[in-house]
Nanobody, 117 residues
Framework: QVQLVESGGGLVQSGGSLRLSCVAS????????MSWYRQAPGKQRELVAG???????NYADSVKGRFTISRDYSKNTVYVRMNNLKPEDTAVYYC???????????WGQGTQVTVSS
């Protein structure tokens, strides 16, 4: 059983920056990828940024060039640095961790990011 805890959300002015952190309660030996998703009210959850253990990254087109995902395996942590935030970035941001194989992924409880205009 792995618990994920997100932090770093809050209220920020348009154009500002935030850094979100996601800490896993233990090392995930069969780690495949760490990702950030977000969900705004009335909308489906979407992938924001993903990072495979190989180092491969992918980003939603809407955040490409503004968000950067990174990891620190020694701390069982994944980060996303969000620059030049826009009101449309307002959402609950969730950490997601996938293991190799087809096991259900782990999800955090989410952290609210609100960007004011």
């Amino acid at each position: 059983q792995v618990q994920l805890v997100e932090s770093g959300g809050g209220l920020v002015q348009s154009g500002g920056s935030l850094r979100l952190s996601c800490v896993a309660s233990k090392r995930i030996v069969s780690l495949y990828a760490m990702s950030w998703y977000r969900q705004a009210p009335g909308k489906q959850r979407e992938l924001v940024a993903g990072l495979r253990t190989s180092g491969t990254t992918n980003y939603a087109d809407s955040v490409k060039g503004r968000f950067t995902i990174s990891r620190d395996y020694s701390k069982n942590t994944v980060y996303v640095r969000m620059n030049n935030l826009k009101p449309e970035d307002t959402a609950v941001y969730y950490c997601n961790v996938k293991e190799k194989g087809f096991a259900a992924p782990y999800w955090g409880q989410g952290t609210q990011v609100t960007v004011s205009s």
